[in-house]
């Protein structure tokens, strides 16, 4: 994973879905974001892309992200090339362990990167996600249950949770 931007070629693609289109941005090295229609610009920075709907790393990320829409994939295993800083990083790798069907409070999040007390260093990482639903920052819940921002809006988190819980079987404890 890259902690700048690099001057690799970009390319992106658009992928349907139930909760909106989404826009895969990707380099030859892996996917570097998913955005949603209304992103902030700030939020994840990339350059320009250029459309390449059949570009291997996109076609890949657009086919493992329909198949998660339609309940028949639960982990994704398209190659990811984010830019971050170390400490981003670190936190979206353990985003990856969190189990498809289950949440966890920032609190846990951070516990389980070696401190506590980083929680809100946590969540603001988590807010600079690019790679929304194939790096899992929705299955993040405050502390007591309660769903917090989101880039695709927390209505959408709410209906990422609801899927992956009725896929999976299981019952979420949010709010």
């Not at 892996?30 to 209304?38: E, F």
């Not at 209505?155 to 899927?163: A, G, I, Q, V, Y």
Request: one cysteine or more; charged letters at 20%.
């Amino acid at each position: 994973m890259n902690s700048t931007v690099s001057a690799a070629p970009v390319f992106s693609a658009h992928c349907d879905s139930p909760v909106g289109p989404l826009t895969i941005i990707a380099t030859d090295a892996g996917v570097r974001a998913v955005l949603w229609p209304d992103d902030d610009p700030a939020r994840v920075v990339v350059a320009d892309a250029t459309p390449d709907p059949g570009h291997p790393v996109l076609a890949a990320a657009r086919r493992q992200l329909e198949e998660y829409f339609a309940g028949d994939r639960q982990d994704f295993d398209v190659p990811l090339d984010p830019v971050g800083t170390d400490f981003q990083r670190e936190a979206w790798r353990a985003l990856r362990t969190i189990p498809y069907g289950e949440t966890v409070s920032y609190g846990q999040q951070a516990e389980r990167m070696g401190d506590r007390r980083k929680a809100r260093a946590v969540g603001a990482a988590n807010g600079r996600n690019p790679i929304s639903i194939i790096v899992p920052c929705h299955r993040v819940v405050g502390s007591n249950g309660s769903l917090t921002g989101f880039a695709g809006g927390v209505d959408t988190k709410e209906w990422l949770l609801r899927h992956e819980s009725a896929v999976a079987g299981t019952t979420l404890p949010f709010r």
